[in-house]
């Protein structure tokens, strides 16, 4: 039985990670920039989760620009 994972599965897991992780901060940016305009979260908070979804969607970044260059490294074989 082959005991090495599939490089192309890996691949496909870590751009469906970076991708529910991007729907999931987005999704939760709004539901607080709204809470935030009711008045129902402090700019404290909002200020907060702000820097969170940025470093979110850099990682997402990375990941995404690591799994285009492993793919097209692949690709060029």
């Given at each position: 039985?082959?005991?090495r994972p599939d490089?192309e599965l890996?691949l496909?897991r870590?751009?469906?990670?970076?991708?529910f992780?991007?729907?999931g901060?987005?999704v939760?940016?709004?539901?607080?920039?709204f809470?935030?305009?009711?008045g129902?979260?402090?700019?404290r908070?909002?200020?907060?989760?702000?820097?969170?979804a940025?470093?979110?969607?850099?990682?997402a970044l990375v990941v995404?620009?690591?799994?285009w260059?492993?793919?097209r490294?692949?690709?060029t074989?």
């Amino acid at each position: 039985m082959n005991d090495r994972p599939d490089p192309e599965l890996s691949l496909a897991r870590q751009q469906r990670a970076a991708g529910f992780a991007i729907a999931g901060a987005v999704v939760i940016w709004m539901i607080l920039q709204f809470a935030g305009s009711q008045g129902l979260v402090t700019t404290r908070v909002l200020f907060l989760f702000d820097f969170a979804a940025l470093a979110v969607m850099v990682w997402a970044l990375v990941v995404t620009y690591r799994v285009w260059r492993k793919r097209r490294a692949d690709r060029t074989r």
